[in-house]
């Protein structure tokens, strides 16, 4: 079965980087566009950025578009979301959703989802 | 952005009610619309894609409705694993956005 473990998260000061990784298993990743999607502490879902099966295509939301890059190796079997000059609103759960298009496109909705990693941007 | 929509933000029903939540986009989205389901502390899973496909494994008392703007989750004969929150997603336009998500609680 598919499954998508999400490491990385943390405390980090304002301003500061941080990067997370997501490991995939029980699909072939190399086949599937993935995404990160984030929820702040008692808050609901946000798309953050989606990337195509061969890594060709990246999109994010305009709130962190210049600051955050997401990338994969589908040689590992991994997905990661680079997050550079963190702000308080960036603090929140970010989960790694697996796309469920088979190939190079997306259809932007999310048929897997790993348990999540805390991101707290702190003062 | 398309903003979405739903209501109730919470309800309370029993086991075995029916319950309907609606979602509400605020411009077309025709059928790009999708559902998940949170539990507590747990990830969000998804129930409903294309507004009405029912995901593999997804109970059959889970239904969805609806094109255009307005559309709706159902699930009949409620279970006691069906207390969570329910979220819309559309899919139609950057960038995807969600629902506020619906609460349901045990009455």
């Known amino acids: 079965q598919v499954q998508l473990v999400e490491s990385g998260g943390g405390v980090v000061q304002l301003g500061r980087s941080l990067r997370l990784s997501c490991v995939a298993s029980g699909f072939t990743f190399s086949n599937y566009g993935m995404h990160w999607v984030r929820q702040a502490p008692g808050k609901g879902l946000e798309w953050v950025a989606g990337?195509?099966?061969?890594?060709?295509?990246?999109n994010y939301r305009d709130s962190v578009k210049g600051r955050f890059t997401i990338s994969r190796d589908n040689f590992q079997n991994t997905l990661y979301l680079q997050m550079n000059s963190l702000r308080a609103e960036d603090t929140a759960i970010y989960y790694c959703?697996?796309?469920?298009?088979?190939?190079?496109?997306?259809?932007?909705?999310?048929?897997?989802w790993g348990q999540g990693t805390l991101v707290t941007v702190s003062s | 952005d398309i903003q979405m929509t739903q209501a109730p933000s919470s309800l309370s029903a029993s086991i075995g009610d029916r319950v309907t939540i609606t979602c509400r986009a605020s411009e077309s989205i025709r059928r790009y619309l999708h559902w998940y389901q949170q539990r507590p502390g747990k990830a969000p899973k998804l129930l409903m894609y294309?507004?009405?496909s029912l995901q593999s494994g997804v109970p059959s008392r889970f239904s969805g409705s609806g094109s255009g703007t307005d559309f709706t989750l159902t699930i009949s004969d409620l279970q006691p694993e069906d207390f969570a929150t329910y979220y819309c997603?559309?899919?139609?336009?950057?960038?995807?956005?969600f629902g506020q998500g619906t609460k349901v609680e045990i009455k």
């Open positions: 959703t697996k796309d469920p298009y088979y190939g190079s496109g997306f259809y932007y909705y999310f048929d897997s």
């Open positions: 990337i195509s099966s061969d890594g060709r295509d990246e």
């Open positions: 294309a507004a009405s």
């Open positions: 997603q559309q899919s139609y336009t950057a960038p995807r956005t």
